[in-house]
């Protein structure tokens, strides 16, 4: 019975202690509902791998500065770690600014012991715990070390063998891990396939959060960003960035600003693009004024893979270039120059009948 009531009264103590480690907290900092829904899944569902894929803004820096302070106040010897792609990337975006060590604010002279080292960029806890910050380039070092939590910030720029080094780690102390990040620009990269490990893992959660989640962020100020970015062409930078979908960048397109014309249901060209005309419509510019302008075949051979030719106009006033037709040939059979050679001249007398005004480059 000594043993029992013993029991019972470490619980009881514990839990007041826990009670004031959480109303100590709240009184810091405040999540929004995103963060409370990412929180919820470790703290409630007791779920240990949590991936967030989010836009800029919502609120990922802040919310891993209290996951890992919410873990090392809560029980003695808790070994946390936030991790960025680099380790000078992480003091940038988390000790620099003090979001990190300074955390608590007044509070922190209760629970801290001495002073976060500026050297080791590691805060110690009167209870035994620590919170420390590194870089993804530092794998080597944390193979075989035993982590109670783990933070990942700005995953898609991870040194790739970090997480392959790490994910063992996590089976001592069965160890939660939360990803934080922007999407990268495409879908084959280890970013999208963590992300799929997670939401199929019975341990996982994995979310989508938006820029506009987050409370904290002028919903004008959104307007206006998306408006830019679309004007720019880049659409694809306002889906990844800031709606937080995998999209392509526009890195992978020669000319990511192009508009595209639009396109009438019968397949008929309904409207103009500041950029691309149908080819009816470029060669009428040509046959109208066809002394305006200076005629170019741009050849790029290749007889394995593929043999490309440009066909231009370019205005001699202006300097508009019109790009009127091309040649993207990828049979082995007809990539000799021998064959695409008459094939181009085709094209070029039936853009203008005039031999000697077409340059080759």
């Known amino acids: 019975m000594k043993s029992r009531s013993l029991k019972a009264e470490q619980i009881q103590t514990l839990q007041k202690y826990l009670a004031i480690v959480l109303r100590d907290l709240a009184a810091i900092w405040k999540p929004h509902a995103g963060q409370l829904e990412v929180g919820y899944a470790y703290f409630f569902k007791d779920l240990k791998k949590i991936f967030v894929r989010c836009g800029r803004k919502f609120g990922k820096t802040e919310l891993a500065c ?110 939660p891990i939360f990803i934080f990040g922007t999407p990268p620009d495409t879908e084959d990269h280890p970013f999208c396939r963590t992300e799929t490990g997670v939401q199929r893992d019975p341990e996982g959660a994995a979310f989508k959060m938006p820029t506009h989640t987050s409370p904290y962020i002028s919903q004008k100020w959104l307007d206006n960003m998306k408006i830019t970015l679309e004007a720019r062409g880049e659409w694809h930078v ?89 040649i993207y040939e990828k049979n082995k059979n007809k990539t000799s120059s021998k064959k695409i050679w008459p094939k181009a001249w085709a094209k070029k007398l039936a853009i203008l009948n005039r031999r000697d005004r077409w340059r080759d480059v």
Not at 295 to 310: E, I, K, M, Q, R
């Open 66 to 175: 209290y996951l890992l302070y919410r873990i090392a106040m809560s029980r003695p010897n808790q070994h946390c770690y936030y991790i960025a792609p680099t380790y000078k990337q992480a003091k940038e975006l988390i000790w620099e600014n003090g979001r990190l060590p300074h955390f608590l604010g007044k509070l922190g002279a209760k629970y801290i012991e001495g002073k976060p080292s500026e050297t080791e960029h590691r805060i110690k806890f009167k209870n035994g715990s620590f919170i420390k910050i590194d870089g993804s380039e530092n794998y080597e070092a944390y193979r075989g070390i035993n982590p109670h939590a783990i933070v990942y910030d700005e995953y898609k720029d991870f040194h790739p063998k970090f997480h392959e080094g790490m994910e063992p780690n996590l089976a001592t102390h069965e160890a």
């Open 238 to 326: 306002w889906m990844r960035e800031y709606m937080a979908e995998i999209v392509p960048s526009g890195a992978l397109h020669i000319f990511p600003m192009l508009e595209v014309p639009k396109v009438a249901p019968n397949g008929k060209f309904d409207g103009h693009s500041k950029h691309v005309r149908p080819h009816a419509e470029l060669q009428e510019m040509v046959n109208r004024h066809p002394k305006d302008y200076t005629y170019h075949a741009v050849y790029d051979p290749a007889s394995t893979s593929c043999f490309g030719v440009l066909f231009a106009a370019v205005n001699k006033r202006t300097k508009q270039v019109l790009c009127l037709d091309e």
